[in-house]
Nanobody, 111 residues
Framework: QVQLVESGGGLVQPGGSLRLSCAAS????????MRWYRQAPGKEREFVAV???????NYADSVKGRFTLSRDNAKNTVFLQMNSLKPEDTALYYC?????WGQGTQVTVSS
């Protein structure tokens, strides 16, 4: 049973930080290319960040310089460190590996 489980979301004030986690279980490894997406209410799901199997990272322009991906292969977990959060970062955040998706973790940025 392949499963991706996101965690770490919550309510934070503008300018604050959160660290999202995506833990993989089953027959998949986070050493493969993994992506984060987000979906705000009433909007399409959008790409946020990717880490490739080779360790290269790429980010959406809207989060570049504020978000950072990292990976703990021993824990089979990928992390998304989010700093300088803005209200427009409010969304449900999902991780994706091949055809698998997590259930999402809610991030709300509000004063």
């Amino acid at each position: 049973q392949v499963q991706l489980v996101e965690s770490g979301g919550g309510l934070v004030q503008p300018g604050g930080s959160l660290r999202l986690s995506c833990a993989a279980s089953g027959s998949i490894r986070v050493t493969a290319t993994m992506r984060w997406y987000r979906q705000a209410p009433g909007k399409e799901r959008e790409f946020v960040a990717v880490v490739t199997s080779g360790g290269s990272t790429n980010y959406a322009d809207s989060v570049k310089g504020r978000f950072t991906l990292s990976r703990d292969n021993a824990k089979n977990t990928v992390f998304l460190q989010m700093n300088s959060l803005k209200p427009e970062d409010t969304a449900l955040y999902y991780c994706n590996l091949f055809q698998y998706w997590g259930q999402g973790t809610q991030v709300t940025v509000s004063s």
